[in-house]
């Protein structure tokens, strides 16, 4: 695959409008403080995308979805300490799926 096909490549309508949708709210709630919302959105999926790459790549450290997390969190003007412990709290199980 060509560098120019992988950047015409769709990217699921689903994963997008999910965290457009999410970015969004926290905008209104005030939550995050973001200056250009495409900019905030590509800098969500992209460090996501990347994640994924090193996790399926088996080379992940123990902490890395919680740094990842803070960082997605932080970028979008969330206060460290705030984004940190984000980061780390448990979640409930999502119910009604499927």
């Given amino acids: 695959m060509t560098s120019q096909t992988a950047m015409r490549a769709p990217l699921s309508e689903t994963i997008k409008t999910g965290v457009t ?9 005030g939550r995050f403080q973001v200056a250009n919302k495409q900019a905030a959105i ?7 995308l990347m994640a994924m790459r090193t996790i ?8 890395d979805p919680a740094q990842i997390v803070t ?3 932080k970028t979008l003007g969330v206060d460290d300490g705030e984004a940190h412990s984000n ?6 199980p999502l119910t009604g799926l499927g």
């Fill in 21 to 29: 949708t999410d970015l969004e709210a926290g905008m209104e709630l």
């Fill in 42 to 48: 590509d800098r969500i999926l992209g460090t996501g």
């Fill in 56 to 63: 399926l790549g088996g080379h992940p450290e123990p902490d």
């Fill in 71 to 73: 960082l997605i969190l």
């Fill in 87 to 92: 980061s780390v709290r448990v979640l409930e």
